[in-house]
């Protein structure tokens, strides 16, 4: 029986129908262990944004439920998430007051999730999920290192165990240095700080099974309280304020949307990049769909349930879903577990976290931080691909020396102008005839190639349009002007699957200027959608409709029949003077 059609929109209510009592055990058991992990690092990422830490129990909570009712995956889960962090602070940071008042942030920071959460919706409904496909592989590979090295930069010093007023990579790194050298750094945080990162790392490498964050949580706070180092001067997180975050309306002056709503844009497009490119890779190893569309929905739904209890912007966790599903997680039942467990914690045990040390929450952040980068791929980059290396290094140096905002939207920008020099310089060639392959082939990579005398076959891969019409007619005009004795200029049309009123005014002028010479113009291969728009055109009063012809093979054909020319090894005769062509036979 068909669904109705809201339960497309509303995919929980589905999950609830057809929920397996036998999924129950491992969905409650997951969420328990995924718990641990979000609690800890919810409150680091908050602090990240620049938010109170207990801000980011309260946007796990509402997230997980939110996406749980219009998510449409079984696995994924949200949260905050370190990617985001950057973002939000240097959207909120600027709007700031002198000193920045905590509750004015959590209003900033709230009403920027309500304002993705909508974009992601809207755009959801009206099927824009392509969007993720702004951010090309190299720029976010780009990006996402320029991230990771702009988070750590800026936790050393809570690591360190002491605090830099500094903006930027270039002067935040200066100052820690500086600060480091001025005896600055508390020793004993930096021991706990350092010893933390060590801890999480060593665990993820040899025992990746174990909830590593949560066990060296667990140690640090032991330790803090076991030696009072709170007396040494460690910073912890202290008592977590109590009860369930309240519905709250996120008050902002008017004057602070505008650039709220450029910071909203930006998320969004992150977020929606980092959420499909998940939720591929887990729906791949259970053969499952991705619905695009829908995880927008999704993603929308969790921000707004967010941003109105007193959170931030949230996205896809690779990591955190990667732990549901090694503990055996079945559906998002997982996720509303793992909410039900934070909200234990703030109503009954708000004292769990004040042993918590600052610099332990600064070594999460920049365990997270290690594993956006991907110098593997960049590595790739450089061997396969220098342009697209070139690509990713400029947009980690935007991200790093411009700032996280910045850096996006040159990501974005380089990605479509990479499209587009693709489309304005493509690649183009003669093609001949080789020996035991059929059909006709790039005399680049064959250079003894065969060609006919007085005729060119010319491949030009990309669409005719405006930014490269020009380049096309002046490459068949300079063919024209190196072969005295060419007849035929044969295009073969296949690639070309556009062509627009500027190339049809070039194509016009084009072949009148070859008539003019003798020369015909032909096209082999030209698409049917094309061809239409060719005759629309009215490209068949200049252009011979004749000269518009199946194949290549048919086009060679009928220049053979028409002329009589053989095929001839293009490499120089001492008794032909050298020339490549020769005359017709």
Not at 3 to 22: F, K
Not at 364 to 380: E, K, N, Q
Not at 513 to 521: E, Q
Request: net charge negative.
């Amino acid at each position: 029986m068909k669904q109705p059609w809201w339960q497309e929109y509303v995919p929980g209510v589905g999950m609830a129908r057809s929920y397996q009592r036998t999924w129950l055990p491992r969905d409650v058991v997951a969420g328990l262990v995924l718990s641990a992990l979000l609690v800890p690092q919810g409150m680091a990422y908050a602090e990240l944004a620049g938010l109170p830490p207990v801000t980011g129990l309260y946007t796990s909570i509402l997230c997980l439920l939110g996406y749980a009712v219009f998510g449409p995956s079984r696995v994924l889960v949200l949260g905050p998430d370190s990617s985001l962090g950057p973002m939000i602070a240097a959207t909120i940071a600027p709007l700031l007051l002198a000193n920045g008042d905590p509750a004015r942030a959590v209003a900033l920071a709230s009403m920027l999730a309500v304002m993705v959460g909508v974009v992601m919706t809207i755009a959801g409904v009206a099927k824009f999920g392509f969007v993720a496909d702004l951010l090309s592989k190299p720029t976010q590979i780009g990006y996402m290192n320029g991230l990771a090295l702009t988070i750590i930069i800026g936790q050393l010093d809570k690591l360190f165990g002491f605090s830099v007023d500094a903006e930027g990579l270039v002067a935040e790194t200066r100052d820690f240095f500086t600060g480091l050298a001025d005896g600055a750094a508390n020793a004993t945080a930096a021991i706990l700080g350092i010893g933390s990162l060590a801890g999480i790392l060593l665990l993820n490498r040899l025992l990746p099974k174990l909830p590593s964050v949560l066990i060296v949580v667990v140690l640090a706070a032991l330790l803090v309280n076991a030696f009072d180092l709170e007396e040494r001067e460690v910073d912890t997180v202290g008592v977590l304020p109590q009860g369930f975050p309240p519905f709250t309306i996120p008050a902002v002056g008017w004057g602070d949307l505008p650039p709220l709503f450029v910071g909203a844009l930006a998320i969004a497009v992150v977020a929606l990049a980092d959420t499909m490119s998940t939720a591929s890779a887990f729906a791949a190893r259970k053969g499952d769909r991705v619905r695009g569309n829908q995880e927008m929905v999704g993603i929308g739904a969790a921000n707004i349930a967010a941003g109105f209890f007193q959170g931030f912007p949230v996205s896809t966790s690779g990591s955190r879903t990667a732990v549901a599903e090694q503990a055996g997680s079945r559906s998002q039942v997982t996720g509303i577990v793992g909410a039900g467990m934070i909200t234990v914690v703030l109503v009954f045990a708000t004292s769990l976290m004040q042993y918590v040390p600052q610099p332990t929450l600064g070594a999460i952040v920049i365990a997270a931080a290690l594993s956006l980068a991907d110098i593997a791929g960049t590595r790739r980059l450089w061997h396969q691909r220098r342009t697209e290396f070139g690509l990713s290094v400029i947009a980690l140096l935007g991200v790093a020396l411009l700032g996280v905002l910045p850096g996006i939207l040159i990501a974005v920008a380089l990605s479509i102008l990479n499209v587009f020099r693709r489309a304005w310089w493509p690649h183009e060639t003669e093609l001949g005839r080789v020996d035991g392959i059929a059909g006709l082939h790039d005399t680049e990579s064959y250079p003894d190639a065969q060609l006919l005398p007085g005729l060119v076959v010319y491949r030009f891969d990309a669409p005719l349009i405006f930014a490269n019409a020009r380049m096309f007619s002046d490459k068949v005009r300079e063919i024209a002007e190196d072969h005295p004795d060419l007849r035929w200029i044969i295009v073969a049309a296949e690639p070309i699957t556009d062509v627009d009123t500027t190339a049809s005014d070039m194509l016009q002028e084009l072949d009148s200027w070859l008539n003019a010479r003798g020369v015909s113009l032909v096209f082999a291969e030209m698409k049917d959608p094309v061809r239409a728009k060719i005759e629309r055109y009215e490209l068949t009063r200049t252009i011979d409709p004749a000269h518009f012809l199946p194949t290549l093979d048919d086009a060679v054909a009928q220049y053979i029949q028409q002329t009589g020319a053989n095929w001839r090894d293009p490499r120089p005769k001492a008794d032909d003077g050298g020339s490549r062509r020769g005359a017709p036979e």
